[in-house]
Nanobody
Framework: QVQLVESGGGSVQPGGSLRLSCAAS????????VGWFRQAPGKEREGVSC????????YYADSAKGRFIVSRDNTKNTAYLQMNSLKPEDPAVYYC??????????????????WGPGTQVTVSS
C-alpha cells in the first residue's frame, strides 16, 4: 500500500524550530519528487517546498525562503522539512505528498498525490 506519513509537528514559541519528517512505505520514494504543503483553519492549502528526486533540486514558496530547508534521505525512504524562525503565521497542518514526476518546478497541488494525513504545527508564546 502506497503511503506517506508525516511526523514531528508540535508547539513551539515564535522563533523556534521544528523538523518534520515524511516517511514513505509501499514504494521507493527516491523515484519521486516530494512536496510539502500546509493548510491553516479557514484558509486554502498552500505549497511550502518541494525537492526533486534525481538531482535534489529544491523549490520554496516565498513564505519559506530563508527559513525552511527541505531535504531527503533516500536510504531511509524519508523526506524532511526543517523549519526555523517560526512565525505566528506559520501554524497549520503540514502535509507531504508525492509529485507525479522526478523534478519540482513548482507547487501546484494537482501535480501531487499520495497525500499524508498531516501533522499539526502550532506557534505560540
Amino acid at each position: 500500500q502506497v503511503q506517506l506519513v508525516e511526523s514531528g509537528g508540535g508547539s513551539v514559541q515564535p522563533g523556534g524550530s521544528l523538523r518534520l519528517s515524511c516517511a514513505a512505505s509501499g514504494f521507493n520514494l527516491s523515484y519521486w519528487g516530494v512536496g510539502w504543503f500546509r493548510q491553516a483553519p479557514g484558509k486554502e492549502r498552500e505549497g511550502v517546498s518541494c525537492i526533486g528526486s534525481s538531482d535534489g533540486s529544491t523549490y520554496y514558496a516565498d513564505s519559506a525562503k530563508g527559513r525552511f530547508i527541505v531535504s531527503r534521505d533516500n536510504t531511509k525512504n524519508t523526506a524532511y522539512l526543517q523549519m526555523n524562525s517560526l512565525k505566528p503565521e506559520d501554524p497549520a497542518v503540514y502535509y507531504c505528498a508525492r509529485r507525479f514526476g522526478r523534478l519540482c518546478p513548482g507547487l501546484f497541488g494537482g501535480d501531487f498525490g499520495s497525500w499524508g494525513p498531516g501533522t499539526q504545527v502550532t506557534v505560540s508564546s
